[in-house]
Each structure stands twice: as structure tokens, then as C-alpha cells.
């Protein structure tokens, strides 16, 4: 491991919904093209882009959060930079949007993450109905925090070569670098549904929406200016990440349960812990030697018949649940349950470990971060550790008997009724799992 890690980019832009997305795939392909290994991040909980961001650059996505993770975490996430040779993370929002209350290492901003990797930010700035005033916004967010590194402006959404000159212009008189300029274009969108983007895996043709990505960013943006800027940003050397909660862990994978933060399980490895996948969805039941069975987050409110059909998965889990832990987060916490009600009304037979019953019907959004105070055991965590995690769904709790698991609070310490539940070596929780607090 050397002291340093690459040089890296953060891509942010002033609010949620300006393309940031588009920009960050097409330029880890195009990097990944030009023959560059290419280390994405995501900054903040965001579960889905990562994903996208494996497709794109090869190289596996992490999660860099300043709310949740303490120093000795985020420099663990760093290191899994080593061997790459450039970084680019994701931003997540608005630059500098994060919550009111200070967490491990800060709020949660992904000004805070550029700042502590010290990536400049390319911002990208719809400049749809407007010119030189996108100026005023680009100076702004430069100017708002001047430690915060600035590298340059890519435009999207540019009408015309006139509307495109007349924006540059602006920036000149700012002071601002202009990294590209992508014309307006329909057919760039990602598919979306109630939590955002579709799942990677289940894009009908990703790899085709990726480089056509990679090549509108190489028609129209200044991809050595990118990689020169990005030379003034390095990295803290690496720590460890966070120990495996068993030995074996049988991991459910598929479309139904999809999401652990790559961290984690990047972590468990690395300390020798054995990963065993397996599908609920195929009927397929957990090892039965495995030490713990994780159920993670993802999508079962869309495959509640098959989850229900599936006798063989049920009956294994049940089975492991008699004698040793068995663990469900977000998704993975409802399959655990009694029922679940789609958003037809119809309910689905779930794997009954747990008395729990959530609906679809009547959407409810759950969304912010976590911190949560154990009462009771669960795997790789005694009681009374202090956790820290991510909630976002839209379910709602009709029934949830059991003894709860923790008290939970949001990000500024007021109580969250999503309390999680511990019935026998069953255990779940509605937030993902970031990291346990530090004693």
C-alpha cells in the first residue's frame, strides 16, 4: 500500500436531476477506454449508482460517507483505490446539501468528501433556459466554501451553438473553466421507478447505454483537461474496513435482494470471511453450513408471489433460524416477516421468522440516515453498540409484534418508530448497515 492513493474528481452539480448521472458514466467509461484503471465512489448512502458505476468502470463502487463513517472507515474505503490510477466519485444532491446534525466526520455533504479526498468538484449545471446567468451559479458554488477544490463547469442541456456561446461567455467573465458542453438530448435518461433508477442488472441494455454514453462525452467534453485536473487531487493512506459479523455468511442474491454496501462485504472478505450466495427467487435455500444467513435490501415488493412460491428457500431458512442468526435489512427485514401487501393489495405469504406485516398499497417514504442504540444482539454487534445506516423505502409497517431491536434515531437525534425487531436468532432492521460506532 503506498501513502498516497490516485488522483481523483469529484462530479457534482448544484441539485439532484441536472445529469450528473450521464456525466459520471460516460466518463469512467471513457477513461476505462483510454486505458486508465478507474476507481469509482459514490458519495453518500446512495445504494443503486453503485452498480452502475461497476459496469461502467470495471472496478467495483464504494460508498464514501462523511454522516456515517468515522476517519478510520473512510480511510479504509480509500484504500480500495490501490492499483487505480485516477478516482472520479459521484456526488449525491447538491454539492453542498447534507443534514443539520454532525455525524462521525461531518454532515454528509459531498463538498465534505471532496474536501477530505482532495478532489476537485467538476460541476455540472443545467443551463436549460438560461445563459450567462448560469454563471452566477457555477461562481457561487465555487465561492460558497473555498477550501473546497473547483476544477470547472460542464454544461448540459445547451440548445444551440448560440445558447452554448453565449453560456461560455458568462463563464469567462466568472472565472470559470469549461470542461464541456453536452447539447440537449432525450434519449440519454435512465429508467426509473419509486426509488430512483432501475436496478443495473435489470437495464434491458446497458452496455449499449454506457458507451453511448462514453461517446457523447468524448464528442463533447475535454477529456485530458478532466484528467489534468484531477492531478491535484491524493488521498490518505488506507485503514481497515469493518470485520465480518461469521465465518460463513450465506448472502442472498438476485433481483429481489440486491444491496449490501460494497464496503462491507469488501471487508468480509478481506478478513476471510467465506461469502455464499444464493437466490430466494430461484428457490434456492442458504448452505446449510453456513454460520448466518444476511437477507439484504432490494425489491420484494415486486416478487411477492415468487418469494411466497418459494418452499425450498423458506423451509432452509427456518431450519438455520433454529439454532443459529439469521438477518434481513430494509427488503431483506420484510421477507423476514408474516406478510407482505403488494401494491395491488395483494398479500403475500413471507417467510414468517418474524411477526412483521408491511404494505405497498397505501406508499408511505422513508427516507434519512440512521443511528440506532442495539437492545439486544444481532449479528457481529452486542447490545448497546450504537450503529449507523441509511433508510429508504416505501413501505409501511402494519404489524410489527416482536421485541424491537434498537432505538433508532435520524439524523438529528429524533426518534424513528422503524425500530427493527429480534424474535429468537431472527433479527432485522429497516436501515442498511454502514458501520458500527467506535467504542
Known sequence: MTDMNPPGLMISAPSSGTGKTTVMLGLLRALAEDGLAVQPYKSGPDYIDPAFHLAAAGRPSFNLDTWAMDAQL?????????????????????????????????????????KRMGWPVVLVVDVGGQAQSAAATALGFKNYDSDVPFAGVILNRVASPRHERLTRLGMEKAGIKVLGSLPRRGDLTLPERHLGLIQAVEHPDLEAAIAGYASFLRENVDLEAIKYAALAGAAPAAAKLPLPPAQRIALARDAAFSFTYPHLLTGWRAAGAEILPFSPLADEAPAADADLVWLPGGYPELHGGALAAAESFRAGLCKHAETKPVHGECGGYMALGEALIDKDGNRH???????????????????????AILQADMPGFAAGTALRGHEFHYSTILEEPDAPLANVMDADGGPVPETGSVKGHVTGTFFHLITGEQA
Open 74 to 114: 473512510l480511510d479504509a474505503v480509500t484504500g480500495q483505490a490501490a492499483g487505480a490510477e485516477i478516482c472520479i466519485g459521484e456526488g449525491s444532491m447538491g454539492l453542498y446539501d447534507g443534514v443539520a446534525t454532525r455525524g462521525q466526520s461531518g454532515f454528509g455533504s459531498s463538498a465534505e468528501t471532496a
Open 349 to 371: 405469504r413471507m417467510a414468517g421468522l418474524l411477526g412483521l406485516v408491511t404494505s405497498y398499497e397505501k406508499r408511505k417514504f422513508h427516507l434519512g440516515y440512521r443511528r
